[in-house]
């Protein structure tokens, strides 16, 4: 019998360190050839893309391709290329990918939760005025979105003694979390919320969905941590509920346009930390075994995790 050829993996991702992510693919993936674009063989020998920032119809190229893997845990600019062959898309997926989504989420809820966003005007003002903030037992934090990150996310809050709720498109049980779900379930999930915690995918159902009327259901002087994706967001919602007070404070890791402009409201508003879509993560070294882990599933005709359902869009 004779043996199959390789699997051919092609690396086309922008704005990435290449030199990094070729040795880690190569030392996690040794039994693939590996070819990082423009350098490609014919494009009919390309059997698995590792894809990020590609231009539409780029794919559309490779005839035997058999799966395309997102460098990122976020699918949606990807699924936006309405010219995707018909193989299976898989999301990133990776341990040190969730561990600094879980860090930076813990980190900005004890900022907002330790009142640390009034000390920061305090001192801004030479005010000296200590601020009891509620036992964390008492401090209801939501966390929209629970999937592998906000799943995460949800249960170190948890942990740490808050009450938790999460809420997602569909049902999910998480220990310690009071869940919910669906369109019914948003205005109870978010009535009260003190602080809320955005973790969701992009979807046309999720687009929008940081508006004036959700922030109209959280408690008064609320904050606000988003680091889903930009269009979550309703910009304009968002500086009128910080100007009127309805909102305390915000920090933002992600946006509608990226960079942010140099003149956007967000970068001089006292209630907003800009942070430049740096939340977490995907580090070469943990990321290219979930690569080749992958890889070789579906050379063994074996299933997939975190394969993304077309129809939800995640």
Not at 134 to 159: D, F, K, S, Y
């Amino acid at each position: 019998m004779l043996n199959e050829p390789n699997p051919v993996l092609l690396f086309a991702c922008e704005g990435v360190d290449t030199a990094a992510w070729t040795a880690a693919l190569r030392t996690a993936a040794p039994g693939v050839d590996l070819y990082v674009w423009p350098d490609a063989p014919d494009p009919a020998g390309v059997t698995y893309g590792l894809a990020w920032a590609n231009p539409h119809g780029f794919w559309r190229q490779f005839p035997n391709l058999r799966a395309i893997f997102s460098l990122g845990a976020g699918v949606d600019a990807l699924l936006g290329d309405q010219s995707l062959p018909d193989v299976p898309i898989v999301r990133m997926v990776d341990p040190s990918l969730a561990d600094g989504m879980v860090e930076f989420v813990v980190m900005r809820t004890l900022h907002h939760h330790r009142l640390v966003h009034l000390y920061e005007q305090q001192q801004a003002d030479a005010v000296w005025r200590p601020q009891r903030p509620p036992l964390t037992g008492r401090r209801i934090v939501g966390v929209m979105g629970l999937g592998e990150l906000g799943g995460r996310c949800a249960q170190a809050l948890a942990a740490l003694g808050f009450q938790v709720r999460g809420w997602s498109r569909g049902p999910k049980a998480i220990e310690g979390v009071a869940t919910f779900h669906g369109d019914a379930g948003l205005e109870g999930f978010a009535d009260g919320c003190e602080i809320l915690v955005c973790v969701l995918p992009l979807t046309p159902q999720t687009e929008g969905v940081l508006n004036a009327s959700l922030f109209e259901r959280l408690a008064p002087g609320a904050c606000l941590i988003q680091v889903g994706r930009g269009a979550h967001l309703v910009e304009a919602d968002l500086l009128a509920a910080l100007d009127s007070g309805r909102i305390a404070a915000a920090t933002l890791d992600v946006f509608r346009t990226e960079p942010l402009p140099a003149g956007h409201p967000f970068w001089r508003h006292p209630a907003v930390r800009v942070i430049p879509h740096a939340a977490a993560f995907t580090y070469p070294e943990t990321a290219a075994r979930v690569v080749a882990g992958n890889i070789g599933r579906l050379s063994r005709g074996e299933p997939v995790p975190d394969r993304v359902d077309l129809r939800a869009g995640y």
